[in-house]
């Protein structure tokens, strides 16, 4: 066993001891709205958004893009689970602004092991045998911070399956600060189109 997996089961295990009353939260997220972020390790949406267990969905990828499995995720929310409002947040310093569809492209073809990030980009400093499927792949990189979040909120905001009632709100997160900084017209592409519409 590996030194990760012994500690994240002993982590794991000291949760669980102390878990009481988490055992009765209910399936829905109690505060009813749902965040799509970025999986980077340095962004905590319990911390930063004011979440306990049970309070909101989070849903991560890389970038926190809208992408086809995202929004599944976000209709899921509404759907099935009640979420009200949602939040579009990306954040500074996001590692999908350091490259390109055609880099990684190549990047894969060279080989499959871990690149590295140098203060030109990333290179392969790995041994092949890699693969070119990698070039048939859309990977939602970032070249405008600010435009991918209202690309994303209109995205969803058009999607056929997203109820037009629901707010959708654009925010970048500033990984030396904390802060969430609005993006206006992302929040503005993601206004209700019928406001007054109940759930």
Partial sequence: MSQIVEQVLSANERYATDFGAKADLALPPARQFAILTCMDARLD???YAGLAEGDAH???NAGGRASDDA???LVISYKLLGTREWFVIHHTDCGMEFFTDEVMGNLLESSLQTAKLTPSG???VGSGPGSSAGKFVKWLTI???DR????DVRRIREHPLVPGHIPIYGYIYNVRTGRLIEIPQATA???PRNPHTTI
């Fill in 45 to 47: 949406p319990a911390k």
């Fill in 58 to 60: 989070v849903i991560r």
């Fill in 71 to 73: 929004i599944r995720s």
């Fill in 122 to 124: 990333f290179e392969d």
């Fill in 143 to 145: 070249a405008d911070r």
């Fill in 148 to 151: 991918s979040v209202v690309d």
């Fill in 189 to 191: 592409a993601g206004k």
